[in-house]
């Protein structure tokens, strides 16, 4: 294996945990409900 | 490959001679002269014994001379040391042949090459025969496992240059091979010999270098051909070993860390006014950015929930919406009862910030009998779950590149092991 192959899989893996923390972090999983900040709430506004 | 074990050559004695084929009258130069005991003249191939100084024919040839990759007296660099090819032959089991050389270098003394199929092996005599050890696999040597390869015959086809052992077309010798990678055990046995060498794979590119030749055409995977997948599998076990480790802990902090709190909103009978609101909370989100599931239920039967949220800061005012929704049928046929679908549905919501809420819900319903709704609903968040997606994701990506490793791995040692009568791998139908 060449060098560059195992080193390319090490920061492969650090950018894996780096997601990890990061995400576990802020509360973030992917396919979620990402929710979209609406304007300000006004009474009866799914009607709008 | 060689039946014989090689003499000891101390430089000091080896000398080299020039002698003229008795048959066709060529000049042929003696290289390893006091170590030889037989030469076939490269040009009419007859053998002679040089044994002695009255040098006598031992067998004669009528066939052209054979063509052999390396050429008799050429000279090339391997692993640090300059070895010079003075013997040639091709040998045979069945219908399936191979040449070996015989290197020679007065310091070190005598190496094998052997080209079979375009892969090139270096081989050495091993001289201590009593480390070599029988295992439940196959053999030991000097702590290796070798697994047998195969077990043949093979005969002399063709043969050119000098020998320190008496060689000529059609000596015959029963040959075992045992592989563990890049490592070959030979044996071969004739009436009266055995004898054991050690061969090691060597890249063609290397011995094109080292001989100024070209780089043959390879067939298959050789017995004992390095696995390249299985190398770098090798290679980045630690580091996978380590970061998965890593993802381990990580993921342990968090579930530490993680409130996992329950909250129930409460529970409210939907109105027949679809446009109706119900306000539930408020509720107090206390991590500073979150993972919260919010959970829905009612034992509707036969019939459907749709539900529209709105998530709204006590504080700023901003809402978040979102939605989600459940049915449920139940009933009874020739089979027996069925239900279908399910009562309850939960939404996961990622990175909420802190704050006090609101939780504004507008329910639409339906259901079989058309009558007006009479199960309750009943709504919960769970705040601040542990992240399970994010691990199995991370965890997965770090796997990857192993797993097509141990693919290839596993391909190419099946491919290996299918030119073996020894073959561990279940043989396709």
Redesign the interface.
Known sequence: MSVVAKILYMVFCGLALGYLTFSNAQGYVPFATRLARSPEHTPNHFHK | MDNQSPPPTPASLVQTKAINCPACGAPITLRALGSSVMVACPSCRTQLDVSRPQIRVIQKFKEAAASFELTLGSRGTLRGKTYEVIGAMRRFDGGYPWEEFLLFNPYIGFRWLLLDQGHWSLAVTVKDISSIHTSYAGIQYKGRDYRKFHAGRAEVGAVIGEFYWRVKKGDKAATTDFVSPPWMLSQEKTRDELTWSLLQYIDAEEIAQAFKIGVPERDGVAPHQPN?AA??LR??KI??LL?LA??LA??LG?IIRAHGQHIPLGSYTPSTDR?H?VVLGPVHLD?R????ELTAYSAVNNGWVEL?Y???SKV???????GNGFEFYSGRDSDGAWTEGANSAS??????PRGDYDL?V?TDWGNASGADPQAPIYLSLTH?VV?????W??TA??LL?PLVLAVRTWVFDRKRWSESEFNPYPKKE
């Open positions: 390249s190398e770098a290679s980045i580091p996978m970061t890593l993802a990580i993921q968090t446009s609101e991590a950015r979150s993972l919260n529209d709105a998530l709204v700023t005012g901003q809402s978040y919406e979102f939404v996961l919501l990622t990175s909420l504004v507008q601040d992240p399970w997606r994010n691990f994701l991370a990506a770090m590149y």
